[in-house]
């Protein structure tokens, strides 16, 4: 329970005493001074990025090649940040193929009909792009069956103010964890809502995420509690509240798990926190080529 | 065939004329023989010399000597007074004689002076002996103003801090800025930083072992100081004259005070702290002592704001509480005891709290170490070649790690505490200096620790060896080895000293903390008291501890986890490594005094899941660390201090760049698009790679001195940074619309800061 009321309110004043504690003190006790620093800045090249998750349960490969933006050059004239004439090739270690550019945004993209991701297979992913520079990548998809998910809501609580009003949903999401083996878990819920432009279920807002492994839980339950809240201020158009959530649970491989953990536990520039170097598998650059299952349950 | 000579004991008590102050670190030297020892910490010696006439020499820094002649024919208790007292009829006031560094076996260990503490310039005036224990070679400090002390390449929590027996655990007021002690109710500071005699345990990289004042036993006196942004008090005296007697230290800040009235009506704050230091000794007989001592200190931020009817409260307080009770017992001339039971407490409160109309919520989170110690201590010297050390601690920690309490006014109130644990942590010691030749003096030891944890227990042999070997009269050689282990991990999320920063117990999943340490050195006495002092360590660590990246005290890994709440799973263990050299040349005495210290170290550390499993440097690793201390006193009225310090910028983590890190997003599963842009995060490239601008200041200090009829007056005008360096505390990125645009900005904290004090001693 406890959990649950922090995870609501730390973006308020538990984040306010704890991730900014240091700078408000100091900043409140001394007149800091603030200048340009004065040292020698990294002057670096572009790396190229690579984001590319395969799973059974999806339809497609798809791969998103960028490059990085160096914070303190001038040399990323030549370097375009979505990287589209590069040669992807996906390889199973048997048969291989070309991960053709599809679009902007979207990146390069092949059916997975015409190349399957199997389970328990492991694939790699080679990128060439014509300026030289070429990227290796390794990932093995999970090979469990996954398991089924219960899914339920605990409670709804609606709150009226002035202001507006307010949803608050408690729900929790269980399963059993396969045992025998190491899992990495990530879940999404989310909640959606009609929007009368757009349709029924369009309009998709994340609610919760979470990082789980089976560490001292091997074969056995695996529970976790969300919430979700919504918010209307007085005057707006209040939808109406149908089929709300939709939680995706997916078993991953390792790769899979740091790289979103890492997003999710980023600091950005806070200078009192201790720099959170992001994960990456990708020889010659940075990203990740991750695996996953997937389940998901809606109610 | 030679006659049998008879040989008897000299013991007694070493003491300050005039206070009548016990004196730890006297030396007590008989000339003819060429042997000495030195007086304990409750100011208690003992020498085993043949029948007859022998002329013995009493010296302690910043005192005057004595030299004396003693004949005895039996076991005799001679208890000596030094200063500018005379305790015997034979002594003759000598001032050549001092403590010789070549003398001593043990290495690495330098006494501070606490007059010296009082002479150099601080930070707003405000004397601190951490911070001139920073300007000492091999030590070195964590940010700009910060007390941290790291000590041969090891973190903030491998330092044992002890006042009169008691563990303090955190030690620093306003987030390090200063620390707990200010130098007016200490008699004397030891930092030991390798060769770590077995009477020492507990802690990796040092120890610094600060004793209290008893009080004066003569006659009433007292020290009252007004500074920038405290002022303090001391005032000491006999309860019984020759007896018993008392001090009491007490310091306040009042920040909250003056800018209280220029805060907005509706955004009120402040901060405080004080510390309040109280000691009574009592004589029972001529062999029995009892010492009462303690500490209370607290420390205190807090906040209320009242925005259109949404009002928030708030506030951070931390504090430290010791208390000690000795009982010291002289056996005979040849063995002494004391018995200490001891008591610390540390706990951190954090509080918060919004309303707006009727609805509030409330958050109160705690963290909380305290223990009780038992602990006895043997001096036996059964001869003149052997001053055996032995004894025995206990001490039952009881650790809250954390606690939350939440209330609020939606029915969503609830409690969690993670549950005290309990742990006996125990040390059985013995050691012996002995003095193996004329050229050769070893101090070698053996410790014991014992660890107990729930059902997990760890036994540890620890063993410690120093030597010295005598080159020339004025010369040695030192070696020393020693193994120390921690079952006490502190956390730390953030690069600077927060009293946020836990304490927790090595438990069966986070394993004690184990250091090996190797030193090689070279004492040299120069002309007009000129010691020189080189030495080159090796260090090595496992099993240091260090918060997973991206966890911290209270945003805790995942919220909604089994491990959320688990602190054990937030931390990773690595190894560490730290080997350089030290260079101390120090006058101790005289119109100038002052040292110039130099350290080139290089410290790695290394932990599976932080920066890939690859060492990296610390951020405290620091290559090149120079102070240069000087202390001129033009005459009894006038004394001029200035100290310069240098490092080698920190070493930290700086992004280099920013890239579009895509993740899996799952609601998407039926567009072609599964990887939405969520913002920019920074690549930085590899771990601590980029070093900080060197660090360097110069203070300057002049203190004033008059004596007057009933006081002495001394006002002090000094000056922080005097040549306003802009040291950066931390960088940051001011980000432009392109990358040519954006900017590393420096924030500094210190520009030069004058500041003025003034004491009165009576």
């Known amino acids: 329970m406890v959990m649950e009321i922090l995870t609501r309110y730390q973006s308020s004043s538990v984040l306010l005493l704890q991730k900014n504690l240091a700078t408000i003190i100091i900043c409140l006790l001394f007149a800091a001074c603030t200048k340009d620093a004065t040292v020698k800045l990294p002057d670096i090249a572009p790396k190229p990025v690579l984001v590319c998750f395969i799973s059974p349960e999806d339809s497609f490969i798809r791969v998103k090649l960028t490059n990085s933006i160096p914070l303190y050059s001038s040399s990323t004239k030549n370097y375009p940040f979505e990287i589209k004439d590069a040669e992807v090739m996906i390889s199973n270690g048997i048969t291989s193929a070309q991960v053709p550019w599809y679009k902007d945004s979207v990146g390069y993209l092949l059916s997975t009909s015409l190349f399957p991701i199997k389970p328990g297979t492991s694939y790699t992913l080679q990128v060439k792009i014509p300026d030289g520079r070429v990227l290796n990548a390794f ?31 408690d729900y929790t999401m269980k ?6 083996i190491k899992n990495y878990y990530r879940g999404v819920i989310y909640n959606l809502y009609a929007d009368s432009s757009l349709g029924a279920d369009t309009t998709v807002q994340q609610s919760t995420e979470f990082f789980e492994t089976d560490e001292g839980r091997d074969g056995g339950e695996i529970r976790l509690n969300g919430q979700g809240y919504l918010f209307y201020s007085s005057g707006s158009t209040i939808p109406a509240i149908g089929s709300n959530f939709i939680g995706y649970l997916m ?22 926190s201790e720099a959170k170097i992001n994960f990456t598998n990708i020889e010659g650059g940075i990203g990740c080529f991750g695996a996953y299952r997937m389940a998901k349950k809606r109610f | 065939m030679y006659a049998q000579v008879n040989k008897h004991t000299l013991s007694g008590i070493i003491r300050e004329s005039g206070s009548g102050e016990t004196l730890p670190g006297v030396s007590i030297y008989c000339d003819s023989l060429r042997i000495g020892v030195q007086s ?84 707003m005036g405000e004397k601190d002996v951490l911070k001139v224990i920073q300007l000492m070679p091999g030590v070195q400090k964590g940010s700009e103003g910060s007390s941290g002390i790291y000590v041969r390449g090891g973190g ?44 020492y345990g507990g802690r990796l990289s040092s120890v610094i072992n600060m004793q209290m004042k008893e009080g004066n036993q003569e006659e009433f006196h007292g020290e009252a100081g007004i500074g920038l942004i405290s002022s303090r008090l001391v005032l000491e005296g006999p309860l019984k004259k020759k007896k018993s007697s008392f001090l009491i230290s007490a310091r306040r800040t009042y920040i909250d005070a003056l800018i209280y009235p220029f805060l907005p009506p509706e955004q009120k704050g402040g901060y405080f702290f004080y510390d309040l230091n109280a000691k009574l000794n009592y004589t029972l007989t001529y062999k029995d002592r009892l010492y009462l001592s303690g500490y209370f200190g607290k420390d205190k931020f807090y906040f209320n704001s009242n925005n259109d009817g949404f009002k928030l409260k708030g506030n951070l307080n931390w504090g430290n509480a010791t208390g000690t009770l000795r009982w010291n017992h002289i056996y005979s001339g040849k063995l002494f005891s004391n018995t200490s039971a001891i008591f610390t407490n ?8 919004e309303e707006f109309d009727s609805s509030y919520f409330d958050l109160q989170f705690g963290s909380a170490i305290r223990d009780y110690t038992i602990k006895h201590d043997f001096d036996f010297y059964p001869n003149r070649k052997h001053h055996i050390r032995f004894g025995g601690l206990a001490i039952f920690h009881r650790f809250k790690p954390s606690a939350v309490v939440v209330k609020s006014s939606d029915a969503l109130s609830a409690g969690i ?34 660890y107990v944890a729930n059902k997990t227990s760890f036994t540890n042999p620890e063993p410690r060896v120093s030597a010295r070997y005598s080159i020339t009269e004025k010369s040695a050689v030192k070696a020393s080895y020693a193994l120390m282990n921690q079952y006490l991990h502190l956390l730390s999320s953030t690069g600077v000293s927060l009293p946020t920063d836990l304490w927790v117990p090595a438990t069966r999943n986070l394993r004690p903390m184990q250091s090996q340490q190797w030193a090689l050195g070279w004492a040299q006495e120069l002309p007009k008291g000129i010691n020189l002092t080189i030495e080159g360590y090796y260090k090595n660590m496992r099993d240091i501890s260090f918060y997973k990246e991206g966890a911290s005290f209270l945003l805790i890994d995942n919220p909604e986890g089994a491990q959320g709440i688990n602190w054990e799973k937030n931390i990773t263990q690595g190894k560490g490594w730290s080997y350089g050299s030290e260079f101390l040349l120090q006058k101790e005495k005289g119109k100038w005094s002052g040292w110039i210290g130099y350290t080139l170290s290089w410290t790695y550390v290394q932990f599976d899941s932080i920066n890939f499993g690859k060492k990296f440097f610390p951020r405290y690793d620091r290559r090149h660390d120079i102070s ?95 040549y306003n360096r802009w040291n950066p505390f931390f960088y940051y990125i001011e980000r432009g619309v392109t990358a040519t645009q954006n900017k590393l900005m420096q924030v500094t904290l210190f520009p030069i800061l004058p500041s003025v004090s003034w004491s009165w001693k009576f």
Not at chain 2, 51 to 70: T, W
Not at chain 2, 417 to 445: C, F, H, P, Q
């Open chain 1, 139 to 169: 990932t093995t998809v999970p090979v469990e069956d996954f398991p089924a998910i219960d899914f339920s809501l605990i409670r709804q609580t609606v709150d009226s103010s002035d202001f507006g009003i307010s949803y608050s949903f």
């Open chain 1, 175 to 180: 399963w059993k964890d396969v045992a025998g």
């Open chain 2, 628 to 722: 240069i201390v000087n202390i001129y006193k033009f005459n009894d009225r006038i004394k001029l201090s200035c100290t310069w310090v240098y490092g080698t910028g920190n070493a930290i983590t700086l992004p280099v760049a920013q890239y579009d890190a895509a993740p899996h997003n799952p609601a998407q599963i039926d567009n072609y698009s599964q990887y939405n842009f969520i913002g920019f995060r920074n690549d930085y490239g590899e771990k601590n790679s980029f070093r900080m601008a060197p660090y360097h200041r110069l203070d300057v200090g002049i203190q004033f001195t008059k004596v007057k009829k009933r006081y002495t007056r001394t006002f002090e005008l000094s000056f922080y940074n005097a």
């Open chain 2, 417 to 450: 505490s993670v549950n005290s644990i309990y742990t006996m942590e125990s040390g059985l010691y013995v050691e012996d200096d002995w003095k193996i030749s004329g050229r050769l003096k070893a101090n070698i030891g053996l410790r014991v620790s014992h």
């Open chain 2, 156 to 199: 903030p929590d491998q330092n044992l801090i002890i006042l009169d027996d008691a563990n303090v655990y955190n030690a620093y007021h306003l987030f390090g800025f200063f620390s707990l002690f200010n130098g007016d109710a200490l008699k004397s500071v030891e930092l030991v930083k390798g060769g770590f005699p077995a009477s």
């Open chain 2, 40 to 123: 304990n910490a409750y100011g208690f010696y003992s020498l085993t010399l043949p029948e007859g006439k022998h002329r013995i020499k009493i010296s302690a820094l910043g005192f005057s000597a004595i030299d004396s002649v003693i004949t005895f024919s039996q076991n005799l208790r001679v208890d000596f007074n030094v200063g500018q007292g005379i305790a015997l009829k034979e002594v003759v006031i000598n001032a050549e004689v001092k403590k010789r560094i070549s003398e001593e076996s043990q290495m690495s260990v330098i006494n501070i002076p606490v007059q010296q503490i009082k002479d150099i310039p601080a930070l």
């Open chain 1, 251 to 272: 078993l991953s491989n390792r790769d899979y798990y740091l790289y979103h953990k890492d997003l999710f536990q980023d600091m950005g520039d806070n200078p009192f």
């Open chain 2, 346 to 353: 540390y706990q951190l409160g954090i509080g918060s709290r």
